[in-house]
Protein backbone atom coordinates (compact mmCIF):
# COMPACT_ATOMS: atom_id res chain seq x y z
CA UNK A 1 0.00 0.00 0.00
CA UNK A 2 0.96 3.39 -0.93
CA UNK A 3 2.01 5.96 2.00
CA UNK A 4 -0.57 8.39 0.12
CA UNK A 5 -3.29 6.39 1.07
CA UNK A 6 -1.83 4.12 4.50
CA UNK A 7 -2.93 6.90 6.78
CA UNK A 8 -6.48 6.24 5.39
CA UNK A 9 -6.50 2.98 6.77
CA UNK A 10 -6.64 3.47 10.47
CA UNK A 11 -8.64 6.26 12.04
CA UNK A 12 -9.21 6.27 15.90
CA UNK A 13 -12.36 7.51 17.63
CA UNK A 14 -11.23 11.25 17.70
CA UNK A 15 -11.43 11.10 14.60
CA UNK A 16 -15.00 10.35 13.60
CA UNK A 17 -15.41 14.25 15.43
CA UNK A 18 -18.41 16.48 15.21
CA UNK A 19 -16.57 18.05 11.87
CA UNK A 20 -17.04 14.66 10.00
CA UNK A 21 -19.97 14.28 11.38
CA UNK A 22 -21.23 17.73 10.16
CA UNK A 23 -20.02 17.53 6.41
CA UNK A 24 -21.45 13.95 6.42
CA UNK A 25 -24.81 15.68 7.33
CA UNK A 26 -24.83 18.31 4.91
CA UNK A 27 -23.30 16.45 2.27
CA UNK A 28 -25.94 13.45 2.74
CA UNK A 29 -28.50 14.17 5.01
CA UNK A 30 -29.39 17.75 2.85
CA UNK A 31 -27.58 17.73 -1.06
CA UNK A 32 -28.79 13.56 -1.39
CA UNK A 33 -31.56 13.59 0.08
CA UNK A 34 -33.45 16.22 -1.59
CA UNK A 35 -32.80 14.58 -4.93
CA UNK A 36 -33.55 11.09 -3.40
CA UNK A 37 -37.13 12.83 -2.68
CA UNK A 38 -37.50 14.92 -5.44
CA UNK A 39 -36.24 12.43 -8.11
CA UNK A 40 -36.65 8.98 -6.86
CA UNK A 41 -39.69 9.66 -4.79
CA UNK A 42 -37.70 7.90 -1.59
CA UNK A 43 -39.65 5.25 0.49
CA UNK A 44 -38.06 3.93 3.98
CA UNK A 45 -39.23 0.74 5.54
CA UNK A 46 -38.45 -0.50 9.02
CA UNK A 47 -36.70 2.33 10.86
CA UNK A 48 -38.43 0.94 14.31
CA UNK A 49 -35.14 -1.93 13.84
CA UNK A 50 -32.64 -0.04 14.11
CA UNK A 51 -30.50 -0.58 17.67
CA UNK A 52 -31.27 2.56 19.86
CA UNK A 53 -27.24 2.06 20.34
CA UNK A 54 -23.85 1.48 17.68
CA UNK A 55 -23.26 -2.42 18.47
CA UNK A 56 -24.55 -3.07 15.06
CA UNK A 57 -22.60 -2.99 11.35
CA UNK A 58 -24.94 -1.43 8.70
CA UNK A 59 -24.96 -4.50 5.83
CA UNK A 60 -26.91 -3.27 2.39
CA UNK A 61 -26.80 -4.98 -0.84
CA UNK A 62 -25.09 -2.57 -3.70
CA UNK A 63 -26.42 -1.74 -6.71
CA UNK A 64 -24.46 2.03 -7.15
CA UNK A 65 -22.51 4.56 -6.01
CA UNK A 66 -25.49 6.20 -4.65
CA UNK A 67 -25.99 3.75 -2.31
CA UNK A 68 -23.63 4.87 0.86
CA UNK A 69 -25.00 8.61 0.81
CA UNK A 70 -28.40 7.17 0.63
CA UNK A 71 -27.68 5.00 3.88
CA UNK A 72 -26.00 7.47 5.76
CA UNK A 73 -29.00 9.75 4.91
CA UNK A 74 -31.67 7.39 5.98
CA UNK A 75 -29.51 6.49 9.22
CA UNK A 76 -30.05 8.73 12.64
CA UNK A 77 -26.09 7.78 13.07
CA UNK A 78 -23.39 8.70 11.27
CA UNK A 79 -21.92 6.02 9.29
CA UNK A 80 -18.18 5.14 8.42
CA UNK A 81 -18.10 3.25 5.46
CA UNK A 82 -15.42 1.08 4.25
CA UNK A 83 -14.11 2.18 0.40
CA UNK A 84 -11.23 0.36 -1.28
CA UNK A 85 -7.74 1.32 -1.05
CA UNK A 86 -7.59 2.07 -4.80
CA UNK A 87 -10.31 5.02 -4.36
CA UNK A 88 -7.45 7.01 -2.10
CA UNK A 89 -5.29 6.94 -4.84
CA UNK A 90 -7.55 10.01 -6.76
CA UNK A 91 -6.72 12.95 -3.94
CA UNK A 92 -9.84 14.70 -4.37
CA UNK A 93 -11.75 11.48 -4.21
CA UNK A 94 -9.13 10.28 -1.18
CA UNK A 95 -10.37 13.85 0.58
CA UNK A 96 -13.79 13.68 -0.32
CA UNK A 97 -14.07 10.23 1.14
CA UNK A 98 -11.86 11.10 4.04
CA UNK A 99 -14.71 14.19 5.24
CA UNK A 100 -17.63 11.37 4.80
CA UNK A 101 -16.03 9.10 7.58
CA UNK A 102 -14.44 6.46 4.81
CA UNK A 103 -11.65 5.01 5.63
CA UNK A 104 -9.49 2.52 3.17
CA UNK A 105 -9.33 -1.67 3.09
CA UNK A 106 -8.17 -3.84 0.90
CA UNK A 107 -11.13 -6.07 0.28
CA UNK A 108 -8.88 -9.55 -0.15
CA UNK A 109 -7.59 -9.41 2.96
CA UNK A 110 -9.00 -8.39 6.78
CA UNK A 111 -5.58 -6.20 7.53
CA UNK A 112 -4.85 -5.55 11.69
CA UNK A 113 -5.71 -1.76 10.54
CA UNK A 114 -9.13 -2.18 9.61
CA UNK A 115 -9.68 -3.89 13.09
CA UNK A 116 -7.89 -0.97 14.92
CA UNK A 117 -10.55 1.40 13.01
CA UNK A 118 -13.47 -0.42 13.82
CA UNK A 119 -12.52 -0.54 16.93
CA UNK A 120 -11.82 3.29 16.95
CA UNK A 121 -15.94 3.45 15.49
CA UNK A 122 -16.91 1.66 18.39
CA UNK A 123 -15.38 3.96 20.90
CA UNK A 124 -17.50 7.00 18.73
CA UNK A 125 -21.22 7.89 18.41
CA UNK A 126 -20.79 6.30 14.46
CA UNK A 127 -21.43 3.37 13.06
CA UNK A 128 -19.64 0.45 10.99
CA UNK A 129 -20.90 0.35 7.44
CA UNK A 130 -19.82 -2.27 5.00
CA UNK A 131 -21.81 -3.74 1.61
CA UNK A 132 -21.22 -7.55 2.12
CA UNK A 133 -21.25 -7.61 -1.76
CA UNK A 134 -17.46 -5.89 -1.76
CA UNK A 135 -18.61 -4.19 -5.44
CA UNK A 136 -21.70 -3.09 -6.88
CA UNK A 137 -23.68 -5.87 -8.61
CA UNK A 138 -26.30 -6.73 -10.62
CA UNK A 139 -30.20 -5.72 -10.12
CA UNK A 140 -32.18 -8.56 -9.21
CA UNK A 141 -29.40 -11.31 -8.11
CA UNK A 142 -26.86 -11.04 -4.88
CA UNK A 143 -23.44 -12.25 -5.75
CA UNK A 144 -19.81 -12.43 -5.01
CA UNK A 145 -20.59 -12.03 -1.08
CA UNK A 146 -17.17 -11.52 0.98
CA UNK A 147 -17.18 -13.17 4.50
CA UNK A 148 -15.47 -10.12 6.09
CA UNK A 149 -18.73 -8.26 7.50
CA UNK A 150 -19.33 -11.21 9.42
CA UNK A 151 -15.54 -11.78 10.75
CA UNK A 152 -16.24 -8.30 12.00
CA UNK A 153 -18.90 -9.03 13.55
CA UNK A 154 -17.50 -11.71 15.65
CA UNK A 155 -14.01 -9.81 16.36
CA UNK A 156 -16.55 -6.25 17.44
CA UNK A 157 -19.32 -8.63 18.96
CA UNK A 158 -21.99 -6.34 16.73
CA UNK A 159 -24.82 -7.40 15.76
CA UNK A 160 -25.46 -7.18 11.64
CA UNK A 161 -28.58 -4.96 10.27
CA UNK A 162 -29.40 -6.20 6.74
CA UNK A 163 -30.75 -3.20 4.49
CA UNK A 164 -32.43 -4.27 1.44
CA UNK A 165 -32.00 -1.43 -1.43
CA UNK A 166 -33.64 -1.04 -4.79
CA UNK A 167 -33.86 1.14 -7.93
CA UNK A 168 -30.78 3.11 -7.33
CA UNK A 169 -29.29 1.54 -10.30
CA UNK A 170 -31.47 3.59 -12.31
CA UNK A 171 -29.73 7.12 -13.51
CA UNK A 172 -32.96 9.53 -12.95
CA UNK A 173 -32.88 13.04 -13.38
CA UNK A 174 -36.60 14.68 -13.84
CA UNK A 175 -38.70 14.72 -10.55
CA UNK A 176 -40.21 12.08 -9.49
CA UNK A 177 -38.88 10.00 -12.33
CA UNK A 178 -37.96 6.96 -10.21
CA UNK A 179 -38.28 4.86 -7.27
CA UNK A 180 -36.09 4.06 -4.33
CA UNK A 181 -37.19 1.87 -1.96
CA UNK A 182 -35.07 0.77 1.47
CA UNK A 183 -36.25 -1.68 3.81
CA UNK A 184 -34.55 -1.85 7.12
CA UNK A 185 -34.36 -5.71 9.07
CA UNK A 186 -34.45 -6.99 12.18
CA UNK A 187 -30.88 -7.37 13.56
CA UNK A 188 -28.94 -10.40 12.89
CA UNK A 189 -27.34 -11.40 16.30
CA UNK A 190 -23.62 -11.80 16.04
CA UNK A 191 -22.43 -15.40 16.47
CA UNK A 192 -19.14 -17.35 16.83
CA UNK A 193 -20.15 -19.15 13.71
CA UNK A 194 -19.45 -16.83 11.07
CA UNK A 195 -20.98 -19.05 8.13
CA UNK A 196 -24.64 -18.65 10.35
CA UNK A 197 -23.90 -14.90 9.99
CA UNK A 198 -22.96 -14.84 6.52
CA UNK A 199 -26.27 -17.38 5.50
CA UNK A 200 -28.54 -15.56 7.88
CA UNK A 201 -27.59 -12.13 6.20
CA UNK A 202 -28.03 -13.49 2.37
CA UNK A 203 -32.08 -15.01 3.65
CA UNK A 204 -32.70 -11.73 4.88
CA UNK A 205 -31.61 -9.78 1.97
CA UNK A 206 -33.10 -11.45 -0.35
CA UNK A 207 -36.81 -10.72 1.92
CA UNK A 208 -35.75 -7.54 2.09
CA UNK A 209 -34.70 -6.20 -1.52
CA UNK A 210 -36.33 -9.30 -3.59
CA UNK A 211 -33.32 -9.80 -5.35
CA UNK A 212 -32.07 -13.94 -5.78
CA UNK A 213 -28.80 -15.34 -4.30
CA UNK A 214 -26.71 -16.77 -6.95
CA UNK A 215 -23.62 -18.95 -5.11
CA UNK A 216 -20.35 -18.97 -6.61
CA UNK A 217 -20.71 -22.06 -7.76
CA UNK A 218 -23.61 -21.84 -9.86
CA UNK A 219 -21.83 -18.96 -11.24
CA UNK A 220 -18.95 -20.20 -12.39
CA UNK A 221 -21.04 -23.63 -13.80
CA UNK A 222 -23.05 -21.34 -16.27
CA UNK A 223 -19.40 -19.18 -17.00
CA UNK A 224 -18.08 -22.76 -18.03
CA UNK A 225 -21.26 -24.47 -19.52
Given amino acids: MSKKNKSYTVKNAEQFN ?3 RFFQFLVCKIFYMIRYKLVYRLEVHGMENIPKDNKYIVCPNHL ?4 PPLIVGV ?3 SIA ?3 KKELFDIRFLRWWLDWLGAFSVNRESLAPSTVKTV ?6 KWVLGMFPQGTRGVPGEIRGISKG ?3 LAKITKCAILPVGITGTDEIKRLPFSG ?3 VNIGKPIPWNENIDIMVNSWIEEIQKLSGFKYIPEEVETGVANG
Fill in 18 to 20: SWR
Fill in 64 to 67: STLD
Fill in 75 to 77: FPR
Fill in 81 to 83: FMA
Fill in 119 to 124: MGIQKS
Fill in 149 to 151: FAG
Fill in 179 to 181: KIV
